[in-house]
């Protein structure tokens, strides 16, 4: 129900990407998140530490959409075939 919502927004980005090259900026933002790694005896170190990192779920969505439109493509003209690499 909610890619009804957005299907509009996500074509008009993805068709954007396509035409002009080039990616919207709040799709290369994302938030990292740093937390403490248990039992280090320096946490001066950065070692001591873990980053976590949470990429935009629209730009995930448009990744994948993509990599799907190539799969299918390289199906259709059977690019992935053994014959065609032997």
Same mark, same amino acid.
């Given at each position: 129900m909610v890619i009804l919502i957005i299907i509009k927004d996500l074509v008009?980005?993805?068709?954007?990407?396509?035409?002009?090259?080039?990616?919207?900026?709040?799709?290369?933002e994302s938030i990292i998140i740093i937390l403490y790694k248990e039992g280090k005896k320096n946490y001066s170190l950065l070692c001591s530490y873990r980053l976590i990192t949470f990429k935009t779920t629209l730009a995930k969505v448009l990744k994948k959409h993509v990599a799907n439109?190539?799969? /299918?493509?390289?199906? #259709?003209? /059977?690019?992935?075939? #053994?014959t065609r690499w032997e």
């Open positions: 008009k980005i993805a068709s954007n990407y396509f035409t002009n090259k080039t990616i919207p900026k709040s799709l290369k439109i190539m799969l /299918k493509t390289a199906e #259709k003209y /059977k690019l992935f075939s #053994k």
